[in-house]
């Protein structure tokens, strides 16, 4: 076999050595690393430029898992930042309900006192002017009466008078249509001038009679000119008794 041969099974075949060292690395059957597989294969192995070393499948699912950990934890978070910004939004919510039930509260209680307090009040004018229509009705009901009465006493003193006065009067009809219209206190003032006369014409006869039986008259006709003067039991002359009619 030629070198160039040599060189390219050789080649070959490490290939496959390399690609059943990462089959078996990605099902996790390797005991050691990939590097100290290939040693025992090779005595030389390609140089390879220094970078970043390669991890291994436990390695990358543990930074697999621990980034969706770190993920997980993250979204928790958020989820927990929601919530407690969600829940004090609801507390702030629910405190300005309450605080709004509350001023909604009060209000409805001053409205209902400020409406207890018209309705007493009302109650009370009410009350106080039924009071005082009862008052006036009573004081007018006792005017009435009053005045019922007064009036009563003025026809029954008016009806007294004028039957009084009837006896001064020529007959009932010239008596009614003398006193038409007539107050009372006329009606009295008619009655006390009537009762005066009356008494004075009772005295002068009375006064007539004593001189009468204390001078008589003589018998016989009176001479001419003359009339019996019973004052003085003498006969004087008429023109002169003018006067003293009452007595002579």
């Known amino acids: 076999m030629s070198t160039f041969n040599a060189q390219i099974a050789e080649t070959m075949t490490f290939n496959i050595i390399k690609q059943t060292i990462a089959h078996l690395e990605k099902s996790g059957a390797l005991s050691m690393t990939k590097e100290e597989c290939l040693r025992l294969f090779a005595t030389e192995m390609p140089v390879k430029k220094a970078g970043r070393p390669k ?5 990358r699912a543990a930074k697999k898992q621990a980034a969706a950990e770190k993920k997980v934890a993250a979204a928790q978070r958020k989820a927990e930042r929601a919530a407690k910004k969600e829940a004090a939004a609801a507390a702030k919510a629910e405190k300005a309900l309450a605080k709004e039930a509350k001023k909604l509260a009060r209000k409805k209680s001053l409205e209902a006192k400020e409406a207890a307090k018209t309705s007493k009040k009302s109650a009370a004018a009410e009350k106080k002017e ?12 006792k005017e009435a009466a009053a005045a019922a009465k007064a009036a009563k006493a003025e026809a029954k003193k008016r009806a007294r008078l004028l039957k009084q ?9 010239s008596l009614m249509e003398e006193m038409n ?4 206190a006329k009606l009295e003032g008619y009655l006390a001038i009537n009762l005066k006369n009356a008494a004075e014409e009772k005295e002068r006869k009375a006064a007539l009679k004593a001189l009468k039986a204390q001078n008589p008259r003589p018998k016989g006709r009176a001479p001419k000119g003359k009339t019996w003067c019973y004052k003085n039991g003498e006969w004087i002359d008429t023109i002169e008794t003018v006067d003293t009619v009452f007595l002579c």
């Open 55 to 59: 991890m291994t499948a436990e390695e």
């Open 130 to 141: 039924a009071a005082a229509q009862r008052k006036a009705e009573r004081a007018a009901k």
């Open 165 to 173: 006065l009837a006896k001064f009067a020529e007959s009932e009809e």
């Open 181 to 184: 219209g007539r107050s009372i």
